[in-house]
Nanobody, 115 residues
């Protein structure tokens, strides 16, 4: 069993930045895994934000392209989401998901963008 723990959320003003972290309980990110960040705003469906493969290929939702960057540190079993130029519409609970044959989800971290 793999546990994913997100951290780094909080309250930030519009235009600000946050860096989210997703730490895995054991090494799964480096081989045959796709790791993604998803978010869910109140009253809305969960949506994809960004993904990164074991090979380092990344993919982003159109709404975050140019503002968010997903990256990975295999030595630390951690995937990051650097979020810049944050907007109020980025407010949501952000979840980490790792897929390696089986889907693993974290419990989420709240991001609130408000003045």
């Amino acid at each position: 069993q793999v546990q994913l723990v997100e951290s780094g959320g909080g309250l930030v003003q519009p235009g600000g930045s946050l860096r989210l972290s997703c730490a895995a309980s054991r090494s799964i990110f480096s081989i045959n895994a796709i790791v993604g960040w998803y978010r869910q705003a109140p009253g809305k469906q969960r949506e994809l934000v960004a993904t990164i493969t074991s090979g380092g290929n990344t993919n982003y939702a159109d709404s975050v392209k140019g503002r968010f960057t997903i990256s990975r540190d295999n030595a630390k079993n951690t995937v990051y989401l650097q979020m810049n130029s944050l907007k109020p519409e980025d407010t949501a609970v952000y979840y980490c998901r790792a897929t390696r044959g089986i889907d693993y989800w974290g419990r989420g971290t709240q991001v609130t963008v408000s003045s």
